[in-house]
């Protein structure tokens, strides 16, 4: 089994970058759902035998080897084979690959610099919630990465490197997405019908070729050329996920190009005026943006009625240790392992243990955060809490804010209150914000760094 069968959405992985709220793991104005993590980018023990090595570019002083680029191409080469995508030009593929290892370490500096780091139990956390998702245990998932030449500490440290670049992701997008009231009226009178794109959910196909800030006009013209070569293999029929993988310079690309089905004003109104009034299956594009050429695919389609609309609705309680010198990450979570066992055992209660212990502004009320809807709690808490059944307890979890037991209580379908209804605005508003935010910095990020291309000697 190809290692990509292990590419979930890890937006349950990683911790959104939150204020302290009275209670913890709660989101608060400014944090955002990550969204969802690109595949561990394991590199495959059984890549080519590597020749002599030298210096391929040197990022703000660090550099990246010809063994490194050629581990990562041979990776994405044989993703593509397995997934019978099309195979482009070795130089081709080379130079894409390259510009994507770059950019990469540019955010790891960046991360380092911020103090961004992930401790190995979030890492155990992550190779955990992998396994679940796939409905392997992790010893089956480890033989089927070993069969393509992955071993444990590869797999792991591209876990790693995932879950720093996403809590980057979060710390810049989330600092710009603040929302005002004016704005949530402005987006509820949008959801009127009259608005053609009232109710208008979207799951859109997405390639991006990337154009660097201050391109030269021969390069602005062969990367419009690559973009309408791509719009038109897409109109003739061609595999557009494969297309994506091959071609798209965005975060999005190794999921096959995918959004995700979202409300239509999720989607940057280039998009949505683009591909608006296309049925499903239609093809827009190149459309020209700050970062580059688009090509759109219509992949889903539908309306809904916010007026009334419902949601399933959780409610739990948890018990929050926080971690720091005090008290480490492991030995909190194996304190929260002990509860959970006495609980189990009927030896004591969740919530006289929360009283006693839990370091939130839920203990006085033994743990209990009442009925939330989706989106209020980070996502390393509420992907959790999501796969819970009522009555189960679940296993110590790692967020920001340090290492939480949960129970959910029960759950319930209810139709959305007015309030609701501006809440659930205020967080779409918020997303969409933070993506827009995210993809400036991260052009001026990499404008900003010094990167020095070497041939070989």
């Given at each position: 089994?190809?290692?990509r069968?292990?590419?979930?959405?890890?937006?349950?992985?990683?911790?959104?970058?939150?204020?302290?709220?009275?209670?913890?793991?709660?989101r608060?104005?400014?944090?955002?759902?990550?969204p969802?993590?690109?595949?561990?980018a394991?590199?495959?023990?059984?890549?080519e035998?590597?020749?002599?090595?030298?210096?391929?570019?040197?990022v703000?002083?660090?550099?990246?080897?010809?063994?490194?680029?050629?581990?990562?191409?041979?990776?994405?080469?044989k993703?593509?084979?397995s997934?019978?995508?099309?195979?482009?030009?070795?130089?081709?593929?080379?130079?894409?690959?390259?510009?994507?290892?770059i950019?990469?370490?540019?955010?790891?500096?960046?991360?380092?610099?911020?103090?961004?780091?992930?401790?190995?139990?979030?890492?155990?956390?992550?190779?955990?919630?992998?396994?679940?998702?796939?409905?392997?245990?992790?010893?089956?998932?480890y033989?089927?990465?070993?069969?393509?030449?992955?071993?444990?500490?590869?797999?792991r440290?591209?876990?790693?490197?995932?879950?720093?670049?996403?809590?980057?992701?979060?710390?810049?997008?989330?600092?710009?997405?603040?929302?005002?009231?004016?704005?949530?009226?402005?987006?509820?009178?949008d959801?009127?019908?009259?608005?053609?794109?009232?109710?208008?959910?979207?799951?859109?196909?997405?390639?991006?070729?990337?154009?660097?800030?201050?391109?030269?006009?021969?390069?602005?013209?062969?990367?419009?050329q690559?973009?309408?070569?791509?719009?038109?293999?897409?109109r003739?029929?061609?595999?557009?996920?494969?297309?994506?993988?091959?071609?798209?310079?965005?975060?999005?690309?190794?999921q096959?190009?995918?959004?995700?089905?979202?409300?239509?004003?999720?989607?940057?109104?280039l998009?949505?005026?683009?591909?608006?009034?296309?049925?499903?299956?239609?093809?827009?594009?190149?459309?020209?943006?700050?970062?580059?050429?688009?090509?759109?695919?219509?992949?889903?389609?539908?309306?809904?009625?916010?007026?009334?609309?419902?949601?399933?609705?959780?409610?739990?309680?948890?018990?929050?240790l926080?971690?720091?010198?005090?008290?480490?990450?492991?030995?909190?979570?194996?304190?929260?392992?002990?509860?959970?066992?006495?609980?189990?055992?009927?030896?004591?209660?969740?919530?006289?243990?929360?009283?006693?212990?839990?370091?939130?502004?839920?203990?006085?009320?033994?743990?209990?955060?009442?009925?939330?809807?989706?989106?209020?709690?980070?996502?390393?808490?509420?992907?959790?809490?999501?796969a819970?059944?009522?009555?189960?307890?679940s296993?110590?979890?790692?967020?920001?804010?340090?290492?939480?037991?949960?129970?959910?209580?029960?759950?319930?379908?209810?139709?959305?209150?007015?309030?609701?209804?501006?809440?659930?605005?205020?967080?779409?508003?918020?997303?969409?914000?933070?993506?827009?935010?995210?993809?400036?910095?991260?052009?001026?990020?990499?404008?900003?760094?010094?990167?020095?291309?070497r041939?070989?000697?």
């Amino acid at each position: 089994m190809h290692p990509r069968v292990f590419a979930i959405g890890l937006a349950c992985l990683a911790g959104a970058l939150a204020a302290p709220a009275t209670a913890q793991g709660v989101r608060v104005p400014g944090a955002r759902p990550a969204p969802a993590l690109q595949p561990p980018a394991a590199r495959s023990a059984s890549a080519e035998p590597q020749a002599a090595d030298f210096i391929v570019a040197v990022v703000n002083s660090e550099p990246i080897t010809r063994n490194e680029l050629a581990a990562r191409v041979q990776r994405v080469r044989k993703q593509l084979a397995s997934q019978n995508g099309a195979m482009p030009p070795e130089d081709a593929l080379a130079r894409e690959v390259l510009e994507r290892l770059i950019f990469e370490k540019v955010q790891l500096q960046a991360a380092q610099q911020a103090g961004i780091g992930v401790t190995d139990l979030a890492i155990d956390q992550a190779e955990a919630s992998v396994a679940q998702q796939n409905d392997v245990s992790r010893e089956t998932m480890y033989r089927q990465l070993k069969a393509d030449g992955i071993t444990p500490e590869q797999f792991r440290k591209e876990l790693r490197t995932q879950l720093v670049l996403q809590r980057l992701r979060e710390r810049e997008a989330s600092t710009h997405a603040k929302v005002n009231e004016f704005e949530i009226d402005q987006y509820l009178r949008d959801q009127q019908p009259q608005n053609g794109a009232a109710g208008l959910e979207l799951n859109l196909g997405h390639i991006l070729i990337a154009v660097p800030e201050g391109a030269s006009d021969a390069v602005l013209a062969e990367r419009e050329q690559r973009a309408r070569s791509v719009a038109e293999r897409a109109r003739k029929g061609a595999d557009f996920s494969a297309l994506a993988k091959e071609f798209s310079d965005a975060p999005e690309a190794t999921q096959g190009g995918q959004m995700g089905l979202r409300p239509a004003d999720r989607y940057p109104e280039l998009f949505v005026n683009a591909s608006g009034a296309l049925a499903v299956g239609g093809v827009a594009g190149p459309l020209r943006s700050g970062a580059g050429f688009h090509v759109l695919k219509v992949l889903e389609k539908r309306r809904s009625d916010t007026a009334a609309a419902t949601v399933v609705q959780s409610h739990a309680r948890h018990i929050l240790l926080r971690t720091g010198a005090q008290l480490s990450e492991a030995a909190a979570a194996a304190q929260l392992a002990e509860y959970r066992q006495r609980i189990l055992a009927g030896r004591a209660t969740f919530e006289d243990l929360a009283r006693e212990h839990s370091q939130d502004g839920s203990a006085a009320q033994g743990g209990n955060l009442g009925w939330s809807t989706p989106g209020r709690y980070v996502p390393e808490f509420e992907a959790v809490l999501e796969a819970l059944k009522p009555g189960e307890i679940s296993q110590p979890v790692v967020s920001r804010f340090g290492v939480h037991l949960i129970e959910l209580l029960e759950r319930r379908q209810v139709k959305l209150t007015p309030r609701e209804q501006r809440d659930v605005a205020r967080e779409a508003l918020r997303q969409k914000k933070a993506e827009e935010a995210y993809a400036t910095w991260a052009r001026e990020l990499r404008g900003r760094a010094y990167v020095e291309y070497r041939d070989p000697a």
